[in-house]
Nanobody, 119 residues
Framework: EVQFVESGGGLVQAGGSLRLSCAASGFTFDDYDIGWIRQAPGKEREGVSCISSSDGSTYYADSVKGRFTISSDNAKNSVYLQMNSLKSEDTAVYYC????????????WGRGTPVTVSS
């Protein structure tokens, strides 16, 4: 059974930091690219960042470039999202997901962890 355990979300003041974690199981982690996608209330899902399993390349939405950093620990089947200089517009539920390639369709999804940034 595919499972994602996301953690690290919470309430933080604007300008603060959070580190999200995503621990995956039930599939061959090294075969998939892992992304973080967020959905704010009343808005569509937005791809935030992704890391390639093949070469470690990373991708970021323009809205988070320079503030967020994605990393992975394949030994732990885990991916992390370090979020700095948080803004109120970063408030959303953050999901980790696995797909064959960054920017493509994600096959497996976590349940999400909420992030609230107060201004």
């Amino acid at each position: 059974e595919v499972q994602f355990v996301e953690s690290g979300g919470g309430l933080v003041q604007a300008g603060g930091s959070l580190r999200l974690s995503c621990a995956a199981s039930g599939f061959t982690f090294d075969d998939y690219d892992i992304g973080w996608i967020r959905q704010a209330p009343g808005k569509e899902r937005e791809g935030v960042s992704c890391i390639s399993s093949s070469d470690g390349s990373t991708y970021y939405a323009d809205s988070v470039k320079g503030r967020f950093t994605i990393s992975s620990d394949n030994a732990k089947n885990s991916v992390y999202l370090q979020m700095n200089s948080l803004k109120s517009e970063d408030t959303a539920v953050y999901y980790c997901a696995a797909g064959s390639r960054c920017g493509g369709v994600y096959d497996y999804w976590g349940r999400g962890t909420p992030v609230t940034v107060s201004s």
